[in-house]
């Protein structure tokens, strides 16, 4: 063993010698240094928790009217979309412990302010409820309201939408299960409660009526009064919203408030029937004031915002003083028009048919005379021109226009002559200009009140011709039209087109006593909402002392009306 590893050790050394022999011993190559760095093991740093963003909620309460409830859903979606921000977010919920909650009662912001109206036929004598009654018929006792009914013994049938129940439900609770309350579509409510005449009524929302409903007053409080007293009007449903202050006050700020009866959007017409400040009528006047006329009544006239009166007699300071025997020819002295003023009149119809009875030369200077006033005129003027032309005005949005003419009389105007206006330009008894002229009013948005002069009837009824003429200005598109001749009270005439009526009777223009119809005058005190025509508020008084109008009793105009329902023959 030992010779094996010394003949290696000579076999190495050999080898060192030959590579010795060829260059020497190769210089091995410099080790590189290392360098070793030692970290330090991090500790992780935890991710920072994000802060919340706070959520507001709303709640819209799901027992209010389905179409309220979609309204506000998409006014308060709106709201809650903008009020969304990085820093907090807002939100409808079903969770009725919210921070806003929006429901019917009578604290937080008002959003929705709904008043229902308590409308029967417009033919129904009866003006009026008691809301201790609708509410015993609610719950299931029909005979509490049997006075709506033309016999005041049948029980009536009451006719709402769903809508309008969902709302009654909310101000009264759940209505009985009654034969005589009926749920229909929103427009069937009208035909169907016609249909059931003469024992129906309907409540319907106040800026739905029309002027084939006859508004109910309910205890004694009138919707279609600007000072009604809304206090203490019980169909009224608030919807409110409440919570949290900060967010309270924000969707105040944001969401519209809904209001059906905004006084802002209505305006009230007063139509009167015959002026004529003469004879007995002035007579008074001199003997007791010359506002004595109107003292009992004022109050219909000064709280419209127009005020109508058709004067059919000039004024002229030389008029001889007033007697009973003063006879057909009329004049009336300048001071008288304090009455006028007195009642707050704002246009002057010039249709009469004594406007010359002391010569033309009279009316330019009346003419004059309510142009001081302020007073705007129709149905008559300076010439033919000015005559034929309408009177328009605007009135909280409403626009409503004036046309009238003298169908059948005496001092029509011509190109020189002052004078009341013809029906047509060269045939007073044409109505084409007046229902061309109406279609056109119509066409640029007004509503439009047409006034006849006709001829003059001592009876209750309307002639054959008389409603044909009548009905050619409401066809035309007229929404009321009112007969100024009528010196007797007359009948009606209503459909969807709007109302008719002949004749109002005199107003300041009292001692035809010969005639209890010729002693009665109407108020038509005509409604228009949001540039809507809604209906007729009607008053009726009885001319006394041959001067002085003061309104019925209950029992007389409850005859008034039977009489003038029977002759309009209402199908």
Request: proline share 7%; charged share 20%; glycine share 8%.
């Amino acid at each position: 063993m030992i010779a094996r590893m010394l003949k290696r050790v000579g076999c190495c050394a050999c080898a060192a010698l030959i590579l010795a022999a060829c260059g020497g011993a190769p210089q091995p190559e410099p080790t590189p240094a290392i360098t070793v760095i030692f970290y330090a093991t991090p500790t992780p740093t935890p991710e920072p928790t994000p802060t919340p963003i706070p959520v507001e909620t709303i709640w819209i309460d799901p027992a209010l009217p389905e179409g309220w409830h979609e309204w506000l859903a998409q006014q308060v979606s709106d709201f809650a979309r903008q009020a969304t921000s990085s820093q907090r977010q807002v939100a409808i919920t079903d969770n009725p412990n919210a921070d806003a909650r929006i429901s019917a009662g009578d604290a937080g912001a008002p959003l929705i302010t709904h008043t229902l109206a308590v409308a029967a036929p417009f033919p129904t004598v009866a003006d009026g409820i008691a809301s201790a009654d609708f509410i015993r018929f609610w719950r299931g006792e029909p005979a509490a309201l049997a006075g709506l009914s033309d016999d005041g013994q049948t029980p009536p049938t009451l006719f709402v939408d769903a809508e309008t129940r969902a709302a009654l439900t909310l101000l009264f609770g759940p209505a009985a299960e009654s034969p005589n309350i009926q749920i229909v579509a929103a427009e069937d409510v009208l035909t169907a409660t016609w249909a059931a005449r003469p024992a129906s009524f309907a409540v319907v929302p106040f800026d739905r009526l029309e002027v084939r409903w006859k508004l109910l007053h309910v205890d004694g409080v009138n919707l279609f009064e600007r000072e009604a007293d809304m206090g203490t009007y019980p169909l009224t449903l608030s919807v409110r919203a409440q919570g949290k202050p900060a967010l309270i006050a924000e969707i105040a700020a944001a969401v519209p408030t809904a209001n059906n009866r905004d006084l802002d959007k209505m305006a009230i017409v007063a139509m009167t029937g015959v002026t004529a400040l003469v004879r007995g009528t002035a007579v008074r006047m001199e003997e007791k004031g010359i506002t004595y006329p109107a003292e009992k009544i004022r109050d219909w006239l000064t709280t419209a915002d127009i005020t109508h009166i058709s004067n059919e007699v000039s004024f002229w300071e030389n008029c001889p003083p007033p007697s009973f025997k003063s006879g057909v020819v009329m004049c009336s002295d300048p001071r008288y028009i304090a009455l006028l003023r007195y009642v707050g009149t704002d246009v002057i119809e010039l249709t009469g048919n004594h406007l010359w009875d002391y010569g033309y030369q009279r009316l330019i200077p009346t003419i004059e005379m309510y142009e001081q006033e302020g007073w705007r005129y129709f149905g008559g003027g300076r010439d033919l021109a000015d005559a034929l032309k309408p009177l328009t005005m605007t009135v909280n949005g409403n626009r409503i226009a004036f046309i009238g003419c003298n169908y059948f009389g005496a001092n029509w105007a011509t190109e020189r002559l002052p004078g009341s206006a013809p029906c047509s330009p060269d045939d007073p008894k044409d109505l084409t200009y007046q229902i061309e002229t109406i279609r056109q009013l119509k066409a640029e948005g007004y509503n439009v009140i047409a006034t006849l002069q006709y001829e003059e009837y001592y009876f209750y009824q309307s002639t054959p011709q008389q409603r044909r003429d009548f009905a050619a200005l409401r066809d035309a598109g007229a929404v009321a039209v009112n007969g100024s001749q009528g010196h007797h009270v007359q009948g009606f005439d209503v459909n969807a087109d709007g109302f008719i009526h002949w004749g109002t009777g005199n107003i300041f223009f009292g001692d035809q006593t010969f005639s209890v119809g010729a002693l009665t005058t109407m108020v038509d005190r005509h409604v228009f909402y949001d540039n809507r025509y809604l209906g007729a508020d009607l008053r009726t008084a009885f001319i006394e002392d041959l001067s002085q109008p003061r309104p019925m009793t209950p029992e007389e105009r409850a005859e008034l009306l039977r009489t003038l329902f029977a002759v309009s023959r209402f199908q």
